[in-house]
């Protein structure tokens, strides 16, 4: 995965998990807790994916 498209997944992905978090901290009153915990979430996450797709090309190249 290329950094430009890693930008845009990041973002895409925190876009989406802040709105989540947004919509379930209304629904119970707990105002910052499940906009953080799915911020925390997207970003873990897609480092994660990141590492995984770029060591899966390195092993490929090595062959």
């Known amino acids: 995965m290329s950094p430009s498209k890693f930008a845009g997944y990041l973002l895409a992905n925190l876009l989406f998990c802040i709105w989540i978090g947004y919509l ?9 807790f499940w906009i953080i915990a799915f911020t925390l979430y997207a970003i873990v996450g897609s480092f994660l994916i990141f590492i995984h797709r770029n060591k899966h090309k390195s092993d490929i190249r090595k062959d």
């Open 24 to 32: 379930i901290d209304s629904w119970t009153n707990m105002t910052p």
